[in-house]
């Protein structure tokens, strides 16, 4: 690597953070460019649904790396700058601004964007989404004084803001479209016990039923779902998923299917391009094919793995994805992947009436995901060892909390 290098990192979120501080941490001497749309420096997503939601963490809490880290590191953050095409022949990308910008190795860090939903009145006062720290900063703006709340959406969004807004003494009112929450990520099983959380708080949980409009004059007054009931609202909050944000891929010839299709490097089908965080469809060697993760630990990871990659070190990433959440009083990390219903059992350890416990899915035998529930002493590093393990387990033994997960670890 000569220092006369310039890489470029396109969307100064997460990953895009992390892979600069990878770059300069490995000891890349050329230039660093990070092009963020927002006009935030880099922070971090999970304390907007959780923490920084419910006026509990502080606003310079959320920031991943201090105001003057950039500077120190000779890192150029280009913020309130779209990233607007690639012109891979000449190696330079176009900013909304009109300026060219060369470079020699390119990250595509462009996240993911909320899936807008689709039905008369989405767009009246009173309707929010949650992405940004301004999302958050409004939407907690709405629910901090109480009110009626209407979560269209079952999914981590959603289940999340009506914690928070529960919190805040709202009246909740969450509609999923599946039998379960978070079906999707879940399954049914462990879907069931988050609805079960929920109601316990005293949230009004209507599954298998879709928002058909949103009824108001200027602002919102009522939700009505498929069945016909109309649910009087103040505030609706849409958590209907996310889309990955894959135009200037698309545009530049890139390979995109359900995100930027990467290797196990995160690399594209162009030896200097790579993709990393919410975007990559990565080829994960763990399980064998492509998955794309949304979750923060794979854009902390992912980021730094692709800065590794772009330096030209041998890179495989191949962890096993990883989530956690924060709901209420219930603290969970899961870890794992299965396609949706690709498991044949889920086997449980623990107490899942007192909310604390682990859970298993096992597929031919072998653990492919798990989460534990407010088991903060062990955590996930057992549920890891036993995916990464990939032996066969005896669910009896499993299912026993005085057989140390380690032990099964071990085969
Ligand atoms: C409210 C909320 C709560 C969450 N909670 C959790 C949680 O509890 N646990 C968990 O594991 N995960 C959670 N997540 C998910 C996690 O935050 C994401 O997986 C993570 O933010 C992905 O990081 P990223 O860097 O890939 O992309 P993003 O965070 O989406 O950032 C991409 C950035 O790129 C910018 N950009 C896009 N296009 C361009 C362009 N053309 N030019 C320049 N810039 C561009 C965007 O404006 C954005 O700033 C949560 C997400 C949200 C929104």
Redesign the pocket.
């Known amino acids: 690597m000569t220092t006369k290098q310039t890489f470029v990192i ?7 953070a992390k892979a600069a501080q990878t770059l300069r941490e490995e000891g890349f001497e050329g230039r660093v460019v990070l ?4 006009t935030e420096r880099p922070y ?3 304390p ?3 923490g920084y939601l419910v006026g509990k963490e502080e606003r310079d809490k959320i920031y991943v790396h201090d105001a003057g880290w950039y500077a120190e590191n000779a890192v150029e953050l280009l913020l309130g ?3 607007t095409g690639i012109d891979r022949a000449g190696r330079q990308v176009e900013l909304d601004d009109g300026r060219r910008l060369g470079y020699d190795r390119l990250l595509l ?4 964007s909320p899936r807008p939903l689709d039905v008369p009145g989405a767009d009246l006062d009173g309707v929010h989404y ?2 940004t720290v301004g999302d ?1 900063e409004r939407l907690r703006e709405a629910i901090r004084g109480g009110g009626r709340v209407v979560v269209a959406g079952a999914g ?2 959603g289940m ?1 803001t009506a914690a928070a807004a529960r919190s805040y003494g709202c009246e909740v009112t969450v509609v999923g479209s599946q039998p379960a929450p978070l079906q999707s990520s879940l399954g049914p099983e462990m879907g069931a016990f988050f609805a079960e959380v929920h109601r316990g708080r005293g949230a009004d949980v209507r599954l298998g039923r879709k928002v058909t409009g949103i009824a108001g004059d200027g602002r919102v007054r009522a939700v009505t779902t498929d069945d016909g009931v109309e649910i009087p609202a103040d505030v609706v909050i849409v958590g209907a998923g996310v889309r990955p ?1 894959t135009e ?1 891929a698309e545009q530049a010839g890139l390979a995109v299917d359900n995100g930027i299709v990467v290797d196990a490097s995160l690399r594209t089908g162009d030896p200097d391009i790579y993709a ?4 990559a469809n990565a080829f994960n060697p763990l399980y064998g094919t492509r998955i794309r993760v ?6 902390l990871n992912g980021g730094q793995a692709a800065a590794r990659a772009m330096l030209g070190q041998e890179v495989v990433y191949d962890r096993p994805p990883y ?3 924060d709901q209420y009083d219930v603290g969970m990390e899961f870890s794992g992947w299965f396609a949706p219903g690709g498991y044949d059992s889920v086997v449980t350890r623990g107490d899942l009436e007192a909310q604390a416990f682990y859970a298993f899915w096992l597929a031919g035998g072998r653990v492919v995901a798990g989460m534990h529930v407010n088991q903060w002493d062990d955590g996930i590093g057992p549920v890891q060892d036993l995916i990464r393990g990939g032996g066969r387990v005896d669910p009896a033994r499993l299912a026993d909390p005085s057989v140390p997960l380690a032990d099964l670890a071990k085969g």
């Open positions: 396109v969307g100064a979120s997460l990953a895009g092009v963020g749309a927002e971090e997503r999970p907007l649904s959780k700058r779209r990233v860090a462009p996240g993911s949650l992405r958050s981590w969004i999340e944000n200037l990393a965080g919410d975007v949304e979750h923060w630990a794979n854009a989530f956690f959440t």
